[in-house]
């Protein structure tokens, strides 16, 4: 059997791991699916690929994602293409994420070949999984930046260049009916923005202008989680100055009295850290994205004040709102970027990306290989061999992977409402 045709048929049981969700919304992921993350060194990165399965993870454990990225320095669409039966068979992604055309466009002005080139691969690409009951979400390239990046064609020509390539991926997205993930608009506005409050210097596409550091991941990972369909919806706790409290959304309260309410969450919100002014922090990013308007939205209703004016007590930080600000809800997530799930979320993540690594340490240290392995193989025997080896890598992926539900425990945490 040909490995195209047997990853037709590995593919095909996943394709019940998205759709329209039980209350008829856009949500793409349905508890359980299988999620590949693809791309060339921006993936292999490691950060929005990890962003995208820790917002999974804390965020909506209760779809149960299993997340695996599939990055490789310096690759083009066509050397995914040509891995893509071998590498992934084993997987068997339900879902699967798109994000190449920096290496494809060359470094250079655009050209209808390099263009071609690309629209054909990627389609082929697209075509081919579709074919197998797999959702594509294809993802525009990034950018370079504007003052980073040291390419002969420069910043500008290169970014029209890239810019042309995400609208490639937008046409092959709207031809064959999948979601697209616009990577490179979003990237370019929150550059302009940031680099006008904290100076050129700021780099949001990496020092070497290409590779991102933690802030352009943000980004990235946000037009990937949007393509999907996430409302950012992460429950509401309403506090009643004269009444119970309640909780929505995962979470639930324990007490409650004279504005001091307890809860448990079993969700928690995404979390950012760093000094809030260098590119290796998320948080420096925030103010020029919408990040937590969009995906990040753990509410704060407090109803019968008396006053103008109350202070809100979340684990070691107070800040004070208007009353009208807490009547219409205000976003924690948002307003307090330290916080009670501070701690546990490095945690996990620290997790996330150990798991991450194993997965380029399997494919590019072994598993891609294995065809030519068996090509080579003088017996049976050692045809065996090479299959149980990779069996057994793929055990411990597994493995890992199921390790991680168990650390997203609930937090407990305490708000507190001084009027």
């Known amino acids: 059997m040909k490995k195209s045709v047997l990853l037709l048929l590995v593919l095909c049981f996943s394709f019940l791991s998205y759709g329209e969700d039980k209350g008829g919304g ?15 060194s921006i993936t292999e990165q490691k950060k929005y690929s990890a962003y995208i399965e820790m917002y999974l993870a804390v965020c909506f454990p209760q779809l149960k994602v299993r997340n695996f990225q599939f990055g490789w320095s310096g ?23 798109l994000c190449y055309g920096m290496n494809d466009a060359g470094y ?33 390239p990034g950018a370079v930046d504007t003052k980073c990046w040291k390419g002969k064609a420069g910043p500008e020509v290169y970014n029209e260049t890239l810019k042309k390539f995400g609208e490639i991926g937008k046409k092959i997205a709207t031809n064959n009916q999948i979601p697209f993930a616009d990577v490179h608009g979003p990237m370019m506005e929150a550059m302009e923005k940031a680099k006008k409050e904290l100076g050129e210097d700021y780099d949001v596409c990496g020092k070497d202008g290409v590779h991102p550091s933690a802030n352009g991941h943000l980004i990235m990972a946000q037009a990937f989680l949007k393509a999907m369909g996430f ?19 995962g979470h639930k309260v324990l007490s409650s009295s004279a504005g001091k309410v307890e809860i448990e969450s079993s969700r928690y919100p995404f979390c950012f850290y760093g000094d809030g002014k260098s590119s290796s922090s998320d948080r420096s990013i925030l103010p020029y994205i919408s990040f937590n308007r969009d995906l990040n939205r753990l509410t704060l209703v407090v109803k019968n004040l008396e006053g103008s004016d109350a202070k809100v007590e979340w684990g070691n930080v107070s800040k004070t709102f208007k009353r009208e600000q807490l009547e219409k809800g205000i976003n924690l997530a948002d307003e307090f970027l330290d916080n009670p799930f501070s701690e546990p979320f490095k945690n996990i993540m620290a997790e996330i990306v ?28 050692a045809k ?36």
């Open 384 to 419: 065996e061999e090479i299959i149980a080896k990779r069996t057994g890598m793929w055990a411990e992926w597994e493995k890992k992977q199921n390790n991680l539900p168990a650390l997203v425990v609930p937090v407990k945490h305490t708000l507190n409402i001084i009027n």
């Open 75 to 97: 690759e083009q669409a066509t050397g995914f293409a040509k891995r893509m039966d071998n590498d992934m068979l084993d997987f068997k992604p339900g879902v699967v994420t």
């Open 108 to 140: 250079k002005a655009y050209s209808e070949n390099t263009g071609n080139k690309y629209e054909a691969t990627m389609d082929k690409i697209v075509k081919k999984l579709k074919d197998a009951g797999v959702l594509v979400i294809a993802g525009s």
């Open 26 to 40: 856009k949500l793409l992921l349905k508890e359980g699916a299988r999620l590949a993350v693809v791309g060339d």
């Open 354 to 381: 150990k798991k991450e690594v194993y997965e380029t340490e399997i494919i590019k240290g072994y598993i891609t290989s294995i065809p030519r392995k068996l090509v080579a193989a003088e017996t049976e025997q």
């Open 231 to 249: 409302d950012g919806d992460l429950g509401t706790i309403t506090i009643d100055m004269k009444g119970p409290a309640t909780a929505t959304g």
